[in-house]
């Protein structure tokens, strides 16, 4: 097992990383930026080194700076959180060289599944469902037509190299086809380096349901269920559940061993998780795989009682996994709102600063995870999520209803929350009744 792992981030992420470390007897080294001195990730590591400026490019970003930390505190391991260099290639390769084991898949899984057109390709040989489109990238504009003419409009011209939904156009005719197909290659050669792109017919307000998978490097592949996390504004998650709410029981079934399917056809080793877009009569398609732990793993980790983090360490330390897919026994209902530093009522603008007053909630079936602290000041150079909110029931309506008891007790001041946006949400009939898609969020905003 390893002695000393070094975390490659910041914020809860990096608290969650350092948790599980010690409770597996693994000494921990934090790097920080100038602007995260008082961060509490600093403080619960056993060693830490500053590695640079606030601005993420000169510290979390900085290959160089995190490499040099690893060789001085002898770290054996990185992990790298989500985020910055959580599914860069390059930089997993770097640690390969140095020796140092990067926690997640290979430098040559991250590329495969970063080259989305190609992961595309890859599961239509499989056998999995993908949506109907290019085999691959598109080579011209007669291609694009011919295909779209094939499949009908509307269609999606997405980038290869994109993602998490940069790079990518709607196209409901020829002429906005052509259109579509230049803009969206010049935007990813920018964005990417790369202006490969491929066609999808487009899906109407899909769902966006996501599998957790576990691999170890001796071939054992166990996934830990679904997630849905359909509740997005403008492809920022707000909240995210688990199970599903409303999948037929032989649905869940198939979506979970077309997960395991993905994983089994790249001989997948690490925590991962295989996105999916399902449409209104349950018909589900593959469209990408996250090399990385994602930001709503807690929600699985309460209903498949399987800590993820820890398990992602093991598998990187070259254990096997000391269960099976008949040992995973799922229960209840779990629900988790990302606490973001935002205002609600201004188009969700970041609202960093001082939090003056603080108090996180508690109580039976409740779990924070979270950096924020009375007197905590944020930064204004990363992302806005302050804290996770996670709760627990037997089922859906009694996990909305402790939701909602939970944000209430919420005490937080000096800054502006999704608290309140979060209430709204919950409180909605649709919502409630589990009758949403990925249009939901833009039925309660001003927004698109
Ligand atoms: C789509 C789609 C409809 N049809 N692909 C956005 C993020 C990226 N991972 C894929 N995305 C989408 N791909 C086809 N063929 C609609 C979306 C989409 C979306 C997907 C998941 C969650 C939220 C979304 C919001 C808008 C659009």
Redo the contacts with the bound molecule.
Sequence with gaps: MFKKILIANRGEIALRIIRACKELGIKTVAVYSEADRDSLHVRYADEDVCIGPGEAGKSYLHVPSIISAAEITDAEAIHPGYGFLAENAHFSEICESCKIKFIGPSSDTIRKAGNKSMARKVMMGAGVPV?P?SEGDIKTEEQALEIANKIGYP??I?AAA????KG?R?AHTEISLTNALMSTKAEANAAFGSDEVYI?????E?R?IEVQILADKFGNVIHLGERD??I?RR?Q?LLEESPAPGLPPDVREKICAAGLNVARTVNYVSAGTV?F?MDKYFNF?F??MNTRIQVEHPVTEIVAGVDIIKQQILIAADKKLSFKQEDIKFSGHSIECRINAEDPDNNFMPSPGQITTYSAPGGPGVRVDSHAYQGYIIPPYYDSMIGKLIVKENTRLEAIKRMERALDEYIIEGIKTTIPFHKKILSNASFQGGKFN??FISTLTNDE
Excluded: R
């Design positions: 949506i489109g269609v999606i997405k994109g993602g998490g939904g990518m709607i999808e017919k487009y899906i109407e899909p966006h996390c359909s997005q492809h998650k996105e877009l398609y469209i990408e990925t249009g």
